[in-house]
């Protein structure tokens, strides 16, 4: 699998999106009662729908560049053909559909939409592309259900012919296409007072900033944007000789008091850009000729300061044949004026073509957030520059709602997502159809008090949401004995709250039997601040993420959601039944409310080792680091602290020994000074101190594998090798492959005689690509000879170049594929997967910004394709020295949300995402990492490590049904057996694909309730 690009990704389209999906959705057809803008071209001009076919059966005026296409019936989005392509995954390969020629107006801004889908027939590696020649957008993750790509854009300032081109590049997949839709538009953006901002800018305090690579619906169109005649791709500008973009970068209400350019640039044969600033737009002045390379700054004069307007003029100049791409254009301002905190939007809006002489302004801050819809909607028109008068009326769902005259406020609907509204007018028709990021969902939760309420663990709830209207008589919770369960308290207080603190009491149940206070946790849930969104399904906002103790009393805003995450976890001993207690909520000016709190415990208990093999990297040295500690004793006390964290998660660290490594003892040879007799040879392997650590792994901590580090064997990913040596022999010689031998058959034995062996694996490539294929099959076969009984993963897909060498496959969800799985687990071989920067947005990931059910239902999307575990690369991932180049300074995880690639982007920090690998983060006393002494606090949680954990002890549950129903079967009846049986299936509620899952706890927790009762019902048998 081809790699590279992955590193790059960033954000993929602008989905769709409701309670039960994330980005992918079955389409369903449009209402005739809704109001409807016609697209551009109709039906029999651009046969968009492909309906009318040829006489060889071609859609009328589109063909096809491959003969590796077609056209499929009866199972389109839309009607009753689609067009396909399918390719062999090969470099440079590039299958596309052109549709006849068209024109389009000069600098005018359009919405393509296109329903696209991909057959889980290939491997990955490329993508799919839509656009045109001159806008084109590569389109990773493409779910198997049908989905619609929508990308607003504006053309180039010159006249040119366009044609629509949808295909693929560098992929074995199958893809497919339907109902290719052109609109006019119009982008409105979010407006803060009279300061005015779009998607990729933001304003914190008075430091401005922009960049293209933080613009999610991968569009050409930016708020500062006032010429271009260069093409654009996914999210690059692309220069040839003679093109250029003209900006006029302003803040209303402020002035620039300094400002730099950054660039990214990436040449294609002799080309370089030329960056030019006017104050004017009329003067131009050069700043700079820049080549290839990553973070060139240039900097006005210092005499253009304080300055309320900077122009910028980019112009590519090429030799023939060669061309230039802004990888990233950033722009980075001190501004003076009104100190502000406001994250830039852009909403397109559908419209009909607007008559030559009139301009349309919309003023829409109810389309930005649900907390903006009393401000709802206005319009302005203008003629020739002079406003007009008359009346607007707003359509929601077809009907009339509101009216007003332009130039003043309409009121939108507040119960709507605003998923279908209509502006209407003298010469003027709009229409919004784009439903808000699940983020801003406020359907859950049950009021307590008229500033309490309270919900599932499996909520992120947004600072500034308004109480539920639900009622509810008490927090509750349901959970087995030996099992961790959560539920959230929120205090939204109507004045401001000083030292506000949750307690406890303990829990009393029926005949006396008890749940003390000690055996739950109440903590407090903390916000960071989501600057760059990993996908385009989350805004830039405060997320809740970590769950730091309370330490002291809290201060709490009027009007502002604190939550706090109250956890408890019985004992084995506990007794099945209802407990009840109370919470208690104080604050200073005698603030005291009592809140009943009540646990259900079922009547069965989880065991200490789950069923579900996990392993994750955790970077001891960076937890040491950040605490500030330096002997061994602290540093033990440190490192046991991640370790118990881990555990309690049911998560095991790749290494359950990492300040105890066994200790390998090569003879003291080399290729100047080889040994008389290799057979003499011998390797000496220290295993004291290491087997104390690992034991204790396995028995305290209950962790359920082991990875055994290699010496000799070389390593790698797909981005480099080392080649394998042992005290300077290769791997061809007598020397090493003796040694190498006597080491590994030591390795199996001893893992064999403490009992380890079915846990350890061996993991010493990662993300091969097809070209390493050959040295990491070399490899396995080296080690399976003399260790055939340790495992041997891969974390790559399934591929017929390297089968005979890992028995433990790993791939990706989005490279998941069930035939393989199964045809390699019939030979004995065992499966997991793994997660990391990717997949993103429409699978579950590990990102703060996606709802926090994702983790949770992963689990049961592995239980439902029986993978026995999974692998995430890295728990603690707080700082990158690509993002955080300075030693002295690193990255304070609280404040800066976003992991920073390093490794393999020349020195420039591209985003992963945010929160990928960091699920635990250091104490908040020493979050900069520049502690002032030794800390010795445990690691905080966090709500995705919470999730994880949940959705771990749910595929518990259904493990233990499983051995319960095979365990009690002769003790069944038919009716009890099928029920059971049913019961081990993961239903359509929580996951009907890999792309297509529940984002409300409610179908987990209620599948998980009939599960307990299953369990408790054969407790009785």
């Given at each position: 699998m081809n790699k590279l690009f992955l590193l790059c990704l960033g954000i993929i389209s602008v989905p769709f999106s409701g309670w039960f999906c994330c980005g992918a959705h079955e389409i369903p057809p449009v209402s005739e009662d809704l109001p409807f803008i016609e697209p551009l071209f109709p039906e029999e001009h651009l046969n968009g729908s492909f309906e009318m076919l040829d006489g060889s059966g071609v859609p009328q005026g589109w063909h096809l560049e491959s003969p590796r296409g077609g056209v499929l019936q009866d199972s389109a989005s839309n009607g009753k053909n689609s067009i396909w392509t399918e390719g062999t995954g090969s470099a440079e390969e590039m299958l596309a559909w052109f549709s006849p020629f068209f024109s389009l107006k000069p600098g005018t801004q359009y919405l393509l939409e296109v329903d696209a889908r991909r057959d889980s027939l290939g491997k990955g590696g490329g993508s799919a592309f839509v656009g045109t020649e001159k806008y084109n957008v590569?389109?990773?993750?493409?779910?198997?259900?049908?989905?619609?790509?929508?990308?607003g854009f504006c053309t180039p300032y010159q006249e040119q012919e366009y044609r629509y081109r949808v295909g693929q590049w560098q992929d074995d997949s199958r893809f497919h296409f339907d109902n290719i839709k052109l609109y006019r538009a119009m982008p409105v953006y979010a407006r803060f007072g009279k300061v005015e901002l779009g998607e990729g800018e933001r304003i914190r305090g008075n430091d401005y900033f922009f960049s293209t690579t933080q613009v999610p619906g991968r569009s050409n169109v930016y708020r500062f944007s006032r010429e271009f005649t260069n093409h654009f791709n996914t999210d690059r500008l692309l220069f040839f000789d003679g093109s250029y973009a003209i900006f006029e970068h302003q803040v209303e209400e402020h002035l620039f008091d300094d400002l730099t350019l950054l660039f990214w640039n990436r040449c294609f044969g002799d080309s370089?850009?030329?960056?030019?600033?006017?104050?004017?737009?009329?003067?131009?002045?050069?700043?700079?000729?820049?080549?290839?390379?990553?973070?060139?700054?240039?900097?006005?004069?210092?005499?253009?300061?304080?300055?309320?307007?900077?122009?910028?003029?980019?112009?590519?100049?090429?030799?023939?044949?060669?061309?230039?791409?802004?990888?990233?254009?950033?722009?980075?301002?001190?501004?003076?004026?009104?100190?502000?905190?406001?994250?830039?939007?852009?909403?397109?809006?559908?419209m009909a073509e607007p008559e030559a002489d009139l301009d349309i302004e919309v003023d829409a801050p109810a389309l930005q957030s649900p907390e903006r819809f009393k401000e709802g909607i206005t319009v302005r028109t203008f003629r020739n520059g002079a406003p007009l008068t008359g009346d607007v009326v707003l359509k929601a769902d077809g009907k009339e709602f509101s009216k007003a005259p332009l130039g003043a406020a309409l009121a939108v609907p507040i119960e709507t997502s605003l998923d279908g509204l209509a502006l209407e007018s003298d010469g003027i028709r709009l229409y919004y159809d784009s439903p808000f990021p699940e983020y801003f969902t406020a359907t859950y939760g049950e009021q307590l008090d008229s500033d309490l309420w309270w919900t599932s663990s499996g909520w992120k709830i947004r600072k500034n949401r308004p109480l539920p209207s639900a009622r509810g008589a008490a927090v509750r919770i349901e959970t087995a004995r030996n099992e961790a369960e959560a539920a959230q308290l929120v205090l939204l207080p109507e004045k401001r709250l000083t030292n506000v603190q949750v307690s406890v009491t303990d829990l009393a149940g029926q005949d006396g039997s008890v749940i003390p206070a000690a055996a739950i946790d109440v903590l407090k849930v903390g916000y960071v601040p989501v600057l760059l969104p990993t996908d385009p399904t989350a805004p830039p906002a405060d997320w809740a993420d970590p769950l730091p103790p309370q330490k002291e009393g809290l201060s709490v805003e009027a009007g502002v959601n604190q939550p706090f995450w109250v956890r408890v976890k019985p004992g084995k001993d506990t007794a099945a039944g209802e407990y009840r207690g109370k919470l208690l909520v104080t604050a200073d000016d005698d603030y005291y409310r009592e809140v009943p709190f009540e646990v259900h415990v079922f009547d069965f208990t989880l065991p200490d080792r789950m069923t579900c093999v996990t392993s994750l990297g955790l970077d001891h040295d960076l937890a040491i680091r950040y605490h500030g500690v330096s002997t061994d004793a602290d540093r033990r006390r440190v490192v046991d602290a991640y370790l118990k964290a881990m555990a309690d998660h049911h998560l095991t660290p790749h290494d359950l020994a990492p300040l105890d490594p066994f200790r390998v003892h090569w003879p003291d040879i080399s290729p100047e000074n080889p040994p008389e007799d290799i057979k003499s040879l011998k390797v000496y392997i220290d295993w004291d101190a290491y087997d104390r650590g690992t034991e204790r792994g396995f028995n305290e901590f209950h962790f359920n594998s082991v990875r055994i580090p290699l010496q000799g064997m070389g390593w790698g990913n797909f981005h480099y090798t080392k080649e394998p040596s042992i005290c300077g022999f290769t791997e061809d010689t007598p020397v090493y492959q003796h040694l190498f031998a006597d080491y590994c058959r030591q390795?199996?034995?001893?893992?064999?005689?403490?009992?380890?062996?079915?846990?350890?694996?061996?993991?010493?490539?990662?993300?091969?690509?097809?070209?390493?294929?050959?040295?990491?099959?070399?490899?396995?076969?080296?080690?399976?000879?003399?260790?055939?009984?340790?495992?041997?993963?891969?974390?790559?897909?399934?591929?017929e170049g390297l089968y005979g060498g890992p028995d433990i496959w790993c791939p990706l969800p989005f490279l998941w594929n069930e035939k393989d799985a199964r045809a390699r687990e019939a030979l004995g071989e065992r499966i997991w997967w793994y997660v990391c920067t990717l997949p993103k947005e429409p699978y579950a990931g590990l990102f703060i910004d996606h709802p926090a059910t994702d983790f949770r239902v992963w689990l049961w999307q592995t239980w439902e394709r029986k993978i026995s575990g999974f692998l995430i690369w890295h728990t603690i991932l707080w700082n990158s020295v690509t993002g955080y180049p300075d030693p002295d300074h690193?990255?304070?995880?609280?404040?800066?949300?976003?992991?920073?690639?390093?490794?393999?982007s020349e020195n420039t920090p591209?985003?992963?995402?945010?929160?990928?690998?960091?699920?635990?983060?250091?104490?908040?006393?020493?979050?900069?990492?520049?502690?002032?002494?030794?800390?010795?606090?445990?690691?905080?949680?966090?709500?995705?490590?919470?999730?994880?954990?949940?959705?771990?002890?749910?595929?518990?549950?259904?493990?233990?049904?499983?051995?319960?129903?095979?365990?009690?079967?002769?003790?069944?009846?038919a009716e009890e057996f099928k029920t059971l049986e049913a019961l081990l299936e993961v239903p359509d509620a929580i996951s009907r694909s890999l792309e297509v899952f529940t984002k409300d706890p409610a179908p987990i927790e209620a599948r998980r309730r009939e599960l307990a009762q299953a369990l408790e019902l054969l407790e009785k048998k």
């Open positions: 590569d389109v990773f993750y493409l779910p198997e259900v049908w989905k619609t790509l929508r990308y370089s850009l030329k960056v030019e600033v006017s104050r004017s737009g009329q003067e131009w002045q050069e700043l700079g000729i820049l080549k290839e390379g990553a973070r060139q700054t240039l900097t006005p004069p210092s005499d253009f300061f304080p300055l309320k307007t900077l122009w910028v003029r980019l112009s590519g100049i090429t030799a023939t044949e060669s061309s230039l791409q802004i990888l990233e254009y950033r722009v980075e301002a001190k501004l003076a004026g009104r100190a502000m905190t406001a994250f830039g939007s852009t909403r397109w809006l559908k390795l199996q034995a001893h893992f064999q005689e403490k009992g380890w062996l079915e846990d350890s694996f061996i993991y010493w490539f990662d993300e091969p690509d097809e070209k390493d294929y050959p040295f990491v099959l070399n490899g396995f076969k080296k080690f399976k000879k003399h260790a055939p009984g340790i495992g041997r993963m891969i974390t790559e897909e399934i591929a690193p990255q304070n995880p609280y404040e800066d949300a976003m992991a920073w690639a390093y490794g393999y591209l985003p992963w995402g945010n929160g990928d690998a960091r699920f635990l983060y250091p104490p908040e006393a020493v979050a900069n990492g520049r502690p002032s002494k030794p800390n010795l606090d445990a690691p905080v949680d966090t709500i995705r490590i919470e999730m994880l954990r949940d959705g771990i002890e749910d595929y518990e549950y259904l493990a233990m049904l499983k051995r319960g129903i095979e365990n009690k079967r002769a003790y069944l009846s």
